[in-house]
């Protein structure tokens, strides 16, 4: 009876002790540091960034330019890991359980989302400069060259015979940016008549012949598929086919379109529990530095740095005609409009 006393506390013993040396090496973004302090110089830190689904060359030239930096500035090595899909989606893995340290994400109520899920703390818009937009956007349309349907402007999209590329809002951001921009259009055009307004962004859709999850999705549709007269897309997304392909494709620009504010934020409870808040108020901090808006304008977003904007006026059309989301109330009140279960989108979808 003592022996098997005796084997029991050691068998605990050693299942505390074991214990004990797992949960030391738990609980720290950082290796090197098994106490889960805040990292010091030498020490490297994981961070990682959820983001909708265009953004990956960008973020990936982008990690290199911080990682360089932070090093040179701290000691610290940061090692960023990318996760992409549409929008929408991302925003649900953070709230089911994705470890994400920032999220960078289309529109600014899918963070909205993963802050009422108390993941994020509140006041998050106004952590950064600009709502916490580095970089804008906007819509534009991507044909295939000589634009052989004569694709001019929203109405084209609503012809007979016309073959539309777009993702799907209830998953997509980008999609969510693409259906504001159609319905203020048809509202410029039917002075608010809601009822011409909703025949045509329904006869719009009725042209959709592809609706996918995400953004990137939409545009290997469009442009390695071949499906398709014209894609809906960022202006991003339109300028990387058109420089990957110069030959086959080119850019329509319609005459109204919108702002598009992609969104960035501290996902702070991971981040509390990761020991990462400082270096993921950094990553996003640099994001507004010069060197990363001349990056950002490179890769085909727009620099929220006026002066460095300006640089790429041979790039984007700085004259274009754009609403924003303050025409529609701002985001919460846009996506109660448009996109929740019931709302005008799932109406119009519908209609014939």
Not at 303 to 328: A, R, V
């Amino acid at each position: 009876m003592k022996n098997r006393m005796k084997k029991k506390i050691s068998a605990l013993l050693v299942m505390i002790m074991t214990m004990s040396i797992a949960l030391a090496g738990c609980g720290s973004g950082s290796s090197g540091s098994a106490s889960g302090n805040v990292a010091s110089s030498g020490d490297t830190v994981k961070l990682t960034n959820v983001s909708y689904d265009p953004t990956r060359e960008l973020y990936q030239a982008y990690n290199e330019l911080f990682t360089k930096y932070y090093q040179e500035k701290t000691g610290i090595t940061v090692e960023v890991t990318q996760s992409h899909g549409g929008s929408g989606s991302q925003a649900s893995s953070v709230i089911e359980g994705s470890d994400a340290d920032v999220v960078t994400l289309a529109l600014a109520h899918d963070i909205t989302l993963i802050e009422e899920a108390g993941l994020i703390e509140s006041g998050w818009e106004e952590e950064f400069s600009e709502d916490s937009s580095p970089y804008t956007s906007t819509i534009v349309f991507l044909v295939r060259k000589g634009n052989p349907k004569n694709i001019t402007d929203w109405d084209s999209l609503t012809e007979d015979g016309v073959e539309v590329i777009t993702p799907d809002p209830k998953s997509s951001g980008g999609a969510c940016w693409n259906f504001l921009a159609a319905w203020y259009y048809a509202q410029q055009k039917y002075d608010s008549d809601e009822t011409q307004m909703k025949q045509f962004v329904a006869d719009l859709y009725n042209n959709v012949t592809v609706m996918d999850s995400g953004a990137r999705g939409a545009t290997t549709t469009f442009v390695e598929n071949g499906q398709g007269d014209v894609l809906i897309a960022w202006e991003n997304e339109a300028l990387a086919s058109v420089s990957e392909y110069p030959d086959d494709y080119e850019i329509v620009t319609p005459s109204i379109s919108i702002l598009a504010q992609p969104s960035v934020a501290i996902v702070d409870e991971n981040a509390n529990d990761n020991n990462t808040q400082s270096v993921a108020k950094d990553y996003l901090e640099y994001l507004y530095s010069d060197e990363a808006q001349q990056l950002i304008g490179e890769n085909g977003y727009r620099p929220i740095n006026e002066e460095i904007l300006s640089t790429f006026s041979d790039k984007f059309d700085l004259n274009i005609n754009m609403c924003t989301i303050n025409d529609f109330g701002g985001w919460n009140q846009a996506y109660e409009d448009f996109f929740v279960d019931g709302a005008v989108f799932d109406e119009i979808y519908n209609m014939e």
